[in-house]
């Protein structure tokens, strides 16, 4: 059962630096490699390299918008449950979802918690790999947006949030998966 709590974990070097709005200006082209990453993965308590996954198994890194570990972004929140009630069917098909969140450690481990989260949750505290995949930034957070990348690695598809279209629905994410 989610519980929450006040605001004493949003106001951080995190939020702060994330403050100002930066559109996704992704400029990372379908057909080519991505930025390589090596984070936490607080689900497994392991470290995960996205290069682990190259001739391995296609992959959705899915960049999410947690502002704290009680605080998530109202567009994010239904995808989050949705992507964790589904990802069985994304491993049925040979590929794994990365949920990659700017939450610390610490909060990452109360998400994992208390949202019962099968698939890995990789913390980017430091907003790095956000940054590297261009997904923008608003209110204390960087934005969410979704890349599937194929057993090469190579770029297949992306989503970018607009307030249109805030994430890729599952049904799209596995539909874009049986294209691979």
Not at 24 to 44: K, M
Not at 48 to 56: A, F, G, H, Q
Not at 116 to 145: E, H, I, N, W
């Amino acid at each position: 059962m989610l519980t929450f709590t006040d605001f004493s974990g949003l106001f951080n070097r995190r939020f702060l630096n994330n403050l100002f709005p930066i559109p996704a200006t992704n400029r990372l082209a379908l057909g080519l490699v991505t930025p390589g990453f090596e984070l936490s993965d607080i689900t497994h308590d392991r470290q995960i390299k996205l290069s682990d996954y190259k001739n391995d198994r296609p992959v959705i890194l899915a960049f999410t918008r947690i502002f704290t570990e009680k605080q998530y972004c109202p567009f994010c929140f239904p995808h989050i449950k949705a992507l964790n009630e589904q990802y069985q069917q994304f491993v049925d098909r040979g590929a794994d979802v990365l949920m990659i969140t700017s939450t610390d450690p610490q909060q990452s481990k109360k998400v994992v918690q208390d949202l019962g989260l099968k698939m890995p949750l990789l913390s980017d505290s430091s907003c790095r790999v956000f940054r590297d995949y261009q997904t923008g930034q608003a209110l204390g957070a960087p934005l969410p947006a979704q890349f599937l990348l194929d057993r090469q690695g190579i770029l297949r598809y992306k989503h970018l949030f607009s307030f249109l279209n805030h994430n890729a629905s599952v049904d799209t994410l596995l539909s874009a998966l049986d294209r691979v």
